[in-house]
């Protein structure tokens, strides 16, 4: 969502379903389904874990040595992202547990990035959207 809203498809609402409806009305669920589950994907997986892998990155000791807290690190970030997912403030006190999924999500595909390649790590999360998407579809009202 955080993307969505930095680049002006949405505003920040108390009711996101609303506003992805207002995507869906304005651009067609084509469009929607190509951002939601191929472009913002591929831009999170280059964000938050392209440089896991990368040979240059390695040849560091440095950064060999810290490996676990950096691999960490971009899960705990990736999950930051989607605070905004979740923007009614009256329950910032479940934030933890509300991005619980999305840290889990970045460790697996953070450990397909590093075991099987980017491709993989973008495959899930693709997969994942889509899954989601279709949950809200069929549910929640889209």
């Not at 009711?15 to 207002?22: A, Q």
């Not at 040849?59 to 997912?85: E, P, R």
Request: aromatic fraction near 20%; charged fraction near 15%.
């Amino acid at each position: 969502m955080f993307l969505l809203n930095e680049y002006g498809f949405i505003r920040e609402s108390a009711d996101p379903l609303r506003e992805l409806r207002g995507i869906i009305n304005l651009h067609g669920y084509t469009f929607f389904l190509l951002l939601v589950v191929i472009i913002l994907p591929f831009c999170e997986e280059l964000v938050f874990r392209s440089y896991l892998t990368w040979p240059r990155f390695f040849k560091q000791k440095f950064l060999i040595d810290h490996f676990g807290w950096i691999f960490y690190a971009s899960a705990v970030l990736f999950a930051l992202v989607h605070i905004s997912n979740y923007p009614d403030e009256e329950i910032n006190q479940f934030i933890p547990i509300l991005i619980s999924p999305q840290f889990i999500t970045g460790l697996f595909a953070g450990y397909l990035r590093v075991k099987f390649g980017l491709l993989w790590g973008f495959l899930f999360h693709a997969l994942h959207n889509l899954f989601l998407l279709i949950v809200l579809i069929a549910f929640g009202g889209l």
